[in-house]
């Protein structure tokens, strides 16, 4: 069964730090791009950052130098360190695939074939 499972969502206070882990199973990682998104109520699904399948990454430019994108093939595993945190990026964040070997990654929700359930990430004094 293919499956993504995002944690380490949280309620922290601004300029603090989060990682997020996106945990696949079912597929080889090593031959996906993966990437993050948020949704905040009554706002569009966002591109937050992309990995791909050679480490190629790219982020949008509201959380450059404060986001970085990683991945452990071993551990199937992908993670977003989330550092010096905005009450603005408070939002539930999606991590998603699709096969994209030898390609760069891109932010495109359409085209992202599987996705995760979403974990809540409140930045709040």
């Known amino acids: 069964q293919l499956q993504l499972v995002e944690s380490g969502g949280g309620l922290v206070q601004p300029g603090g730090s989060l990682r997020l882990s996106c945990a696949t199973s079912?597929?080889?990682?090593?031959?996906?791009?993966i990437g993050w998104f948020r949704q905040a109520p009554g706002k569009e699904r966002d591109g937050v950052s992309c990995?791909?399948?050679?480490?190629?990454?790219i982020y949008t430019d509201y959380v450059k130098g404060r986001f970085t994108i990683s991945r452990d093939n071993a551990k199937n595993t992908v993670y977003l360190q989330m550092n010096s945190l905005k009450p603005e990026d408070s939002a539930v964040y999606y991590c998603?695939?699709?096969?994209?070997?030898?390609?760069?990654?891109?932010?495109?929700?359409?085209?992202?074939?599987?996705w995760g359930q979403g974990t809540q990430v409140t930045v709040s004094s």
């Open positions: 998603a695939a699709y096969f994209a070997l030898y390609r760069p990654c891109e932010l495109r929700p359409q085209k992202y074939e599987m």
């Open positions: 079912g597929f080889t990682l090593d031959y996906y791009a």
């Open positions: 990995i791909s399948s050679s480490d190629g990454s």
